[in-house]
């Protein structure tokens, strides 16, 4: 079973860039989820959705950064304009579906590190 | 709000040590407790998970105790090998409206020949 793809693996910007990441989750997932893991730190949850909708995005700044999942499939992560704080790996995650009662397991994938100069 | 603490990095050992990372928690209600691992260039996987007090999860020789009494999760390995060499993170899972993960900073395991 293949596994959580993205890309790019590397993305180096200049602030007040643009740039987009892309997340493809296992097939048959419907629970989407992006977080942001700062070097030294563990992964923050920036969004999560349920097929195309969105559950929580409590902690997207969202006055830069944007995501959708239009389809309910794979999910586009943007930031516009990015700012240095913003350099970070931005891991995916995928569960089968959202927790009743318990916890499904979320599986990550490899991640995009994005430097911003 | 839900926190974990981890014991910080890097953690230097010998082959065949004792592993102990300790990991505590804040949290509401009863959460889920998990260890993560993430091996050089590759993404985080689960190490094992233990969902209620007591429960004891494991793994590839790595265990962990939910201990309510003292909110804790520490990870243990009875003979680290090379191998073993990664990042390991302690995460909690408390429900409600949105199921992500709070993680710890992550630890830095070395294990030297």
């Known amino acids: 079973e293949a596994g959580v793809a993205q890309s790019p693996r590397y993305k180096i910007i200049e602030k007040r860039q643009s740039v987009a990441f892309w997340c493809n989750p296992i097939?048959?997932?419907?629970?989407l989820y992006w977080y942001q893991q700062i070097l030294g730190q563990g992964p923050k949850l920036l969004i999560q959705?349920?097929?195309?909708?969105?559950?929580?995005d409590s902690q997207l700044p969202k006055d830069r950064f944007s995501a959708e999942r239009l389809k309910g499939v794979d999910s586009t992560l943007k930031i516009q304009p990015a700012k240095l704080e913003d350099s970070a790996v931005y891991l995916c995650?995928?569960?089968?579906?959202?927790?009743?009662?318990?916890?499904?397991?979320?599986?990550f994938g490899p991640g995009t590190r994005l430097t911003v100069l | 709000g839900n926190s974990v603490t981890q014991m910080e990095g890097p953690v230097t050992l010998s082959e065949e040590a004792f592993l102990t990372i300790n990991c505590t928690y804040t949290?509401?209600?009863?959460?889920?407790l998990f260890w993560y691992v993430q091996y050089p260039g590759e993404g985080l996987q689960l190490l094992l998970k233990?969902?209620?007090?007591?429960d004891k999860g494991s793994n590839k020789g790595f265990e962990a105790t939910y201990r309510k009494e003292t909110t804790s999760f520490h990870l243990e390995k009875g003979s680290v090998q090379v191998s073993d060499s990664a990042v390991y993170f302690c995460?909690?899972?408390?429900?409600?409206?949105?199921?992500?993960?709070?993680f710890g900073k992550g630890t830095h395991l070395i294990i030297q020949p």
């Open positions: 097939s048959g997932h419907a629970t």
């Open positions: 995460a909690l899972y408390s429900g409600g409206g949105a199921d992500g993960l709070t």
């Open positions: 959705f349920q097929n195309n909708g969105v559950v929580d």
């Open positions: 949290a509401t209600g009863y959460p889920s």
């Open positions: 995650a995928s569960s089968l579906n959202r927790a009743a009662g318990g916890y499904n397991e979320q599986f």
């Open positions: 233990a969902t209620k007090a007591d």
